[in-house]
Every structure is written in structure tokens, then in C-alpha cells.
């Protein structure tokens, strides 16, 4: 697929944007997300792309450390993602200093339709956003 046909196509995310209206300038680290919403967007359509490095920069640095690539890697590269829903964001937004955002991902593994539901922690530092942790319901 061309440069063109990838920012052209609808974003993984579900946005119902293109790729170059939405996810894409983040992926391509052109810009950075103004919201926890969209960085939760942006890792999601890192996991289709199989993008580690931008999975791994936008967790919080304090946890960069401990960050798996392989199993990360494996994880994205071993399931067919199907889509994306945002359930729910709180705070999160352009002025927020930190935000939760609850969403469904649905994947293909082994044939078999799943879905990983995640009520995630974000937070921003220096003007960034980045994902901490899945929050315990």
C-alpha cells in the first residue's frame, strides 16, 4: 500500500477520520496528542501498525524501563485487529493534567473474535501525554 492510500484510509482507531486526520501525524511523530483520548487512539492504531516504539515512548517514563518489547511485539503482531470503542473519557483534555479513558479493542486470536476492555490512567508531563495503567474497576 502507498503513503498516500495509508493516510487516505480510514483510521484504525474508529474515529471515522483518515489515518492523516487522526492517528497518522502522531504515529509518524509529526505531532504529539492534545488529549488522553487521542493518545489512547494513537496506541491502538500503534498495536494494528505494530509500532513498539511509539507503544513504548508514550508509557509513562517512569515505566519505560520495565516495558516488554518482545511480548508487546509478539502481542500486536500475533492478533488481526478488528476495531476500536471508546466507551468513556474523563478529564483528559487539552489543559487536564491527567484522564481516564474506558474502551473496548476486539481483535482476532487463533480464529477466535475477543475483546480487551480497559478503564486506562493518563497522565501528562513537560506538555505530553502518556498511558500509566489500567485502572481496577
Wanted: charged share 30%; hydrophobic share 35%; proline share 3%.
Amino acid at each position: 500500500m502507498e503513503l498516500t492510500d495509508t493516510i487516505m484510509a480510514a483510521c484504525p482507531c474508529g474515529s471515522r477520520k483518515t489515518t492523516g486526520e487522526c492517528c497518522g501525524p502522531f504515529l509518524a511523530r509529526d505531532a504529539l496528542p492534545e488529549t488522553a483520548e487521542q493518545l489512547m487512539r494513537s496506541r491502538y492504531s500503534a498495536y494494528v501498525a505494530q509500532d513498539i516504539d511509539y507503544l513504548e515512548a508514550t508509557l509513562w517514563p517512569a515505566l519505560q524501563r520495565h516495558f516488554d518489547r518482545a511480548a508487546t511485539a509478539a502481542w500486536s503482531a500475533e492478533n488481526h485487529w478488528i476495531g476500536l470503542t471508546v466507551l468513556e473519557t474523563r478529564e483528559g483534555g487539552a489543559r487536564d493534567s491527567r484522564g481516564t479513558v474506558r474502551f473496548i479493542a476486539r481483535y482476532l486470536a487463533g480464529g477466535e473474535l475477543r475483546e480487551h476492555r480497559e478503564h486506562s490512567l493518563f497522565r501528562r508531563k513537560a506538555g505530553r501525554w502518556y498511558y500509566v495503567e489500567a485502572l481496577k474497576d
